[in-house]
């Protein structure tokens, strides 16, 4: 069981930055991507960024290209979401995600049926 816990959401104005964390704990060894996912109001979850233990290659959605930087601390047990230039639809609660190297969900990583743990979510609201 890996267990995730996201903090550092809150309440900003447009053009203000975050930054996100999502720390690990459990059978972390067995991690092979973390992704960070949000829930607009009244939409559905999407896919924000994504980071390849392995590979360390990193993966952004359209949306947040150029905005958003996914990464993780040297102790590899968090990963952190920097979000600039915030905007007031970036609004949603956003959660962390891992999907572990022996699960057997299909999809890819920007799947969120593709990932085995989730964290609870934290609130990011922007002002305009």
């Known amino acids: 069981q890996v267990r995730l816990v996201e903090s550092g959401g809150g309440l900003v104005q447009a053009g203000d930055s975050l930054r996100l964390s999502c720390a690990s704990s459990?059978?972390?060894?067995?991690?092979?991507?973390m992704a960070w996912f949000r829930q607009r109001p009244g939409k559905e979850r999407d896919f924000v960024a994504s980071f390849i233990w392995t590979s360390r290659m990193t993966y952004y959605s359209d949306s947040v290209k150029g905005r958003f930087t996914i990464s993780r601390n040297n102790a590899f047990d968090t990963v952190y979401l920097q979000m600039n230039d915030l905007k007031p639809e970036d609004t949603a609660v956003y959660y962390c995600?891992?999907?572990?190297?022996?699960?057997?969900?299909?999809?890819?990583?920007?799947?969120?049926?593709?990932?085995?743990?989730w964290g609870q979510g934290t609130q990011v609201t922007v002002s305009a």
């Open positions: 459990g059978r972390t060894f067995s991690r092979v991507v």
């Open positions: 995600a891992a999907r572990d190297r022996n699960s057997r969900k299909p999809g890819i990583h920007s799947d969120d049926f593709s990932y085995d743990y």
